[in-house]
């Protein structure tokens, strides 16, 4: 028996799983399944145009009835700076040389754009039941207008600080993403990795801090992870 329905409620689903966000990897078919299957599949739109978006998420209202997560960026979008760029590659010359690789070649520019008034327009004509984000929170009109659109909002924060941070912004949830994560971790308060501990540390620790539900993410691979992290009840509880 899970012991916390805080999660099903929340979200309305059948079974506390949410499906990882993952941009370049997951498109409709994916949401539709694991929200047919009673958890809450999660659509990634950041490296997604506005028309992609909205195709996918046609899709899957047409395909189901059940609640959906939509998940966009909050991050600064890079600034060019040279002197860092002369840095890094006079730190990393050794090795395009030892590789054989040309250390003049361009830096790729990132397509990972950050929510906007665009994307906040389809949330508010598509009414996902969940919006999430990474790297933060976006500015305070667009958070407004994501709650008016009756959304449930959640982030990911990879510390205690970025947790409590999110709770006192409103969100209603709050992704605990330990140092294990694939891809990448949504740092957003810090950029000191000697802050990043790994999710079983990071879970326990997280729900402490903060009364609103927490979810575990970070390798977490099968029942076995899931039973440690569903037993990180607050300290308060177990007293
Ligand atoms: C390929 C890949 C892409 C990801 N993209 C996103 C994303 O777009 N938004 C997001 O919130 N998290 C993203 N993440 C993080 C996942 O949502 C999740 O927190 C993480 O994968 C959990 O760790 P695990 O892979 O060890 O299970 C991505 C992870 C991977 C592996």
Redesign the pocket.
């Known amino acids: 028996m899970w012991p916390d329905n805080r999660i099903r409620d929340l979200f309305g689903i059948e079974v506390p799983i949410i499906q990882?966000?993952?941009?370049?990897?997951v498109l409709s078919d994916m949401v539709v399944a694991v929200s047919e299957a009673g958890g809450l599949g999660?659509l990634?739109c950041?490296?997604l145009s506005l028309e992609q978006a909205r195709k996918e998420l046609e899709t899957i209202r047409r395909k189901t009835a059940r609640p959906i997560n939509t998940?966009f960026?909050c991050h600064q979008p890079p600034r060019d700076d040279p002197a860092r760029e002369v840095g890094w590659r006079r730190r990393l010359e050794a090795y395009y040389i030892e590789l054989g690789l040309d250390s003049k070649t361009g830096v790729p520019s990132s397509s990972r754009a950050p929510f906007d008034n665009k994307m906040c327009d389809l949330v508010m004509e598509f009414h996902p039941e969940v919006v999430?984000?990474?790297f933060g929170l976006p500015d305070k009109n667009l958070l407004a207008r994501v709650r008016r659109a009756g959304a449930k909002i959640i982030s990911?924060a990879t510390c205690v600080d970025e947790a409590r941070w999110l709770e006192d912004q409103g969100c209603d949830s709050i992704?605990a993403?330990?140092y294990?994560?694939?891809?990448?971790?949504?740092m957003f308060l810090t950029e000191d990795v000697a802050t990043q501990v790994g999710t079983m540390a990071l879970v326990p620790q997280i729900v402490d801090a903060v009364k609103v539900p927490v979810i575990a993410?970070?390798?977490?691979?099968d029942a076995r992870g899931i039973a440690a992290c569903a037993s990180s009840k607050s300290r308060a509880s177990l007293k």
């Open positions: 990882a966000p993952m941009a370049g990897s999660s990634p950041a490296l998940n960026f999430s984000f990474h990911s992704v993403q330990g294990e994560a694939g891809g990448h971790r949504g993410a970070g390798g977490i691979a």
